[in-house]
């Protein structure tokens, strides 16, 4: 394993996750842990009880000023306007063609203070679309580079985050709040991909060794690494930028019309998605269970009545149903309904699988 | 990391053990369990199965990728692991005990011979953590 490759970004926490056993191995540019226990105890603690992630790879994008709203507006796609102080909202940002550049949650912490989290592999393009779109608007733009980003999450989370962190307890789930650790300022966020209740924390790097080791002496809080994020988060259905989503698809087909709006005013992306939703939606995303044990994994084609209907964009066991499970693009998009069976050619062999609309687990963030 | 004396390695990281009799008991190596990670689902041959050494006889699943498992020898399955269908995790737990995979009735038990012993596995993954 190339773990000293150079040229990739290192976490301020390396040592930490050395420490405590981690497999470190690249993850868009970035030399992460995948996991440290394995990934089915640390999926369990974070079903169960409560787990903390190092995700300093995402990006950290403050977006502020008077115009702030009105370049947040044109650069993705949800109405921004709708977005209370102390509140989030999930974002899609889109190609001039209506493709999926990326998916982001944006917060909103004052009156013209935003805060976007785009994925670690898209922070540099998102970053130039807002400068793009910020051009001679009274905006200011920073890049948080020296700013980690932990995640708490599991049914204990509230619990361990409010201990630590006060302005946590009272939060609702997608709110968002400034806190402080030992008086410095941080970002705290009622949000997540895992589907359990959690919290998201963004230190500036100066305090997190210290924040990291605090959450993880609380007590039963377990070190999560980035294999385990994908179990979890593809339990729940939620697309990961670059397998489920890409620019080659648009919102329309990953189902994420609902964080599209079309009657705010201009964004990018709006007229060619108006045009293809006129032209009509060629696939959709869809959950697939495997009804034997075979795993499926990404981009293995799946059949139905003796069609080619598609392909996984990722697939795992769940470590919660004990079953394969992918998520696919079928087409057409009207064909198929849940509960409909299909079969997934898994390297050579035809196996089972039942359509399903996710979660595929019975799990809620709220 | 265990390398145990008495099996021969592979360079694709699977063991076997000379039971005599023209009977080859094979699993996979305690590097290979860990670099796997947690296995959650392994694909066994039935008895009766010819399998050929370097060519894969089944698959190991774990959460993050697939990987197949290649027979050290020639030979006929004559027994697979019953255990692995329902607890795949013994093959993390135990690779050298209850994770075991098939029983491989061989011709030419001098086909053991061409595998590393534990002293030269041990080297051999030494060198493959370095690269």
Known sequence: MKSTDPALHRTPLEDEHRRLGARLGPFAGWLMPIEYGGTLAEHAAVRQGVGVFDLTHLGKLDVTGPEALDVLQRTVTNDVSRI????????????????????????????DRYFVVPNAANTARVHEVLLDEAGGSRVDLVLHED?????????????????????????????????????VPLILARSGYTGERGFELFPPGGVVV??????????????????????????????????DISTERTPLEAG????????????????????????????????????????????????????????????????TLRVGIALAYLEPAGRFTAGDRVEVDVRGRRAPAEVVKPPFVDRSPR | MEFPEELRYTREHEWALDESGGRVRIGITDYAQDALGDVVYVDVPETGTEVRAGEPFGE?????????????????????????????????????????????EVSDPDQLDDLMGAAEYRTFVEEVGEG
């Open chain 2, 60 to 104: 190991v699943e774990s959460t993050k990728s697939v990987s197949d498992v290649y027979s050290p020898v020639n030979g006929t399955v004559v027994e697979r692991n019953p255990l692995l269908d329902e607890r795949p995790e013994l093959v993390n737990e135990e690779p050298y005990g209850d994770g075991w995979m098939i029983v491989v």
């Open chain 1, 84 to 111: 209370e102080v102390g509140r989030a909202q999930y974002n899609m940002v889109l190609d001039d063609a209506g493709g999926i550049v990326d998916d982001l949650i944006v917060y909103r912490l004052g009156e």
């Open chain 1, 210 to 243: 210290d924040l990291w080791r605090e959450i993880l002496d609380s007590g039963g809080v377990v070190p999560v690494g980035l294999g385990a994020r994908d179990t979890l988060r593809l339990e729940m259905g939620y697309p990961l930028h670059g397998q």
């Open chain 1, 256 to 319: 994420a019309s609902w964080a599209v709006s079309f009657d705010k005013g201009p964004f990018r992306g709006r007229d060619a998605l108006l045009r293809r939703r006129e032209e009509g939606v060629p696939a959709r995303l869809w959950g697939l269970r495997m009804l034997d044990r075979r795993i499926p994994r990404a981009h293995y084609p799946v059949f139905a009545g003796g069609d080619r209907v598609g392909e996984t964009t990722s697939g795992t066991f769940s470590p």
């Open chain 1, 147 to 183: 700013w980690s980003f932990l995640a708490v999450q599991g049914p204990r989370a509230v619990e361990v985050v409010g201990a630590l962190l006060p302005e946590g307890a009272g939060l609702g789930y997608m709110g968002c709040a400034e806190a402080r650790y030992r008086d």
